[in-house]
């Protein structure tokens, strides 16, 4: 009943979302190991694309499912988050553009660490880049390191030069981190 009032291709297009993303644009923390994510608290909880699968308690399923089973939506509601769309009351289907993450991004929020060097190491000896080019990321303030983790932080620039979002990589080879502060603008990234 509750899926007729939905498109099939509203429907295929929600369970092709991409559930990693979705889930780190909400604030979910999850670490990303290769082409898979893990949930940082539950590292049994892996995330692949548009899928999951929790080995722990024998579960998978699409993004929608996730949605259903363990962030309590029903269906119409997991199509139309996942899509980014809201039902209306003429039973057209239009995109949410008032979209916004859960929480506001505020860069001074993020304590800063004025020696980068555990930063410049990882990205000179681990990553193979040149000293001179992390330097200038630097001083063109594109390159941060945050204080209480280590991590290293890509602040993320709207149009104008605001500051609106930050993704972060960790510092220790042996423990990989990759993510996105909460409350990120979406459709921004770090570009150079």
Not at 18 to 26: G, N, S, T, V
Not at 78 to 90: E, G, I, K, S
Request: net charge neutral.
């Amino acid at each position: 009943m509750e899926r007729e009032r939905v498109s099939q291709e509203l429907i295929k297009q929600a369970r092709q979302t991409d559930l990693a993303e979705y889930l780190i644009r909400q604030g979910e923390p999850l670490i990303r190991r290769g082409q898979r994510y893990r949930h940082k608290e539950h590292d049994s909880l892996v995330f692949t694309k548009n899928s999951y699968y929790w080995n722990s308690i024998g579960e998978s399923g699409n993004a929608i499912d996730f949605l259903e089973r363990h962030r309590g939506l029903d269906f119409m509601s997991a199509v139309f988050a996942l899509t980014q769309t809201v039902p209306a009351a003429d039973g057209e289907r239009h995109t949410n553009t008032s979209f916004k993450p859960t929480e506001e991004f505020f860069f001074t929020e993020i304590k800063l660490e004025l020696d980068l060097r555990r930063t410049i190491a990882y990205l000179c000896k681990v990553r193979g880049i040149s000293y001179n080019l992390i330097k200038g990321l630097i001083d063109e303030k594109l390159i941060y390191q945050e204080a209480m983790t280590n991590n290293i932080v890509f602040p993320m620039y709207d149009e104008v030069g605001n500051i609106v979002g930050a993704e972060t990589c960790g510092t220790l080879s042996d423990k990989p981190f990759k993510g996105i502060k909460t409350g990120s603008k979406y459709g921004y990234g770090y570009i150079v």
